[in-house]
């Protein structure tokens, strides 16, 4: 089995930078894609920025320019870096992985983590 786990959340004023970070554990398995996405309070869940396991970069037009996604493909562990957060990046981060089991090569799973709140003040 495969788990998710994110870390680095919290409270921050409009402004300023927040990393969050994301790590994959478990046995016998590889990572295609890992992503960020994010929920806020009455809305659906949406995408943030994902990265492939060769670097290959997409976001969201909302942060373009202002978060970096990158990743550890060693570590299983891939990061989202924020900058010049505003209120409206005020969410639940959520962590995903699109991950490949050893046992079963043809099939792609998709784990997640267990949410980080991100609250960016006025």
């Known amino acids: 089995q495969v788990q998710v786990v994110e870390s680095g959340g919290g409270l921050v004023q409009a402004g300023g930078s927040l990393r969050l970070s994301c790590a994959a554990s478990g046995t016998s398995f590889s990572i295609n894609d890992m992503g960020w996405y994010r929920q806020a309070p009455g809305q659906q869940r949406e995408l943030v920025a994902v990265i492939s396991r060769g670097g290959g970069t997409n976001y969201a037009d909302s942060v373009k320019g202002r978060f970096t996604i990158s990743r550890d493909n060693v570590k299983n562990t891939v990061y989202l870096q924020m900058n010049s957060l505003k209120p409206d990046d005020t969410a639940v981060y959520y962590c995903?992985?699109?991950?490949?089991?050893?046992?079963?090569?043809?099939?792609?799973?998709?784990?997640w983590g267990q949410g980080t709140q991100v609250t960016v003040s006025s």
């Open positions: 995903n992985a699109k991950v490949v089991l050893t046992r079963f090569p043809a099939n792609e799973h998709n784990f």
